[in-house]
């Protein structure tokens, strides 16, 4: 199994600095199980996983896993998870639908950077 991943250094100004998360874009939800599993493999505070969001309610469905729980809220993984797919796919903003935490959203800002909103 292939999986895309995105090592990314949120709130910083500098490269090696920040709050490191992975991100990882999916085609479809895995079993729990795995993705806790590969968060542990990452060993990071937070894996962020992402799958097309099918509701309608946000362009994204998003869950965090630490490397030994899945947590209800990730402000900087958030982050990163906006930065990586408004990097790939382009766009203003990119909304994101949780389990726990609603509907969360990462615009761009004008002359860089990245505004979130939880």
Known sequence: MKIPYWHVDAFAS???AGNQ???????EWLPDTVLQAIAEENMFAETAFVVRDETGAADWELRWF?????IRLCGHATLASGHVLLGRDG???????????????????????????L
């Open 91 to 117: 766009g203003e903003r990119v909304t994101f639908r949780t389990r726990r935490a609603g509907v969360l959203e990462v615009r761009r800002m004008a002359g860089g950077g990245y505004e979130l909103a």
């Open 14 to 16: 500098r490269p090696f």
């Open 66 to 70: 630490t490397p030994e729980i899945e």
């Open 21 to 27: 998360a992975a991100v990882m874009p999916l085609d």
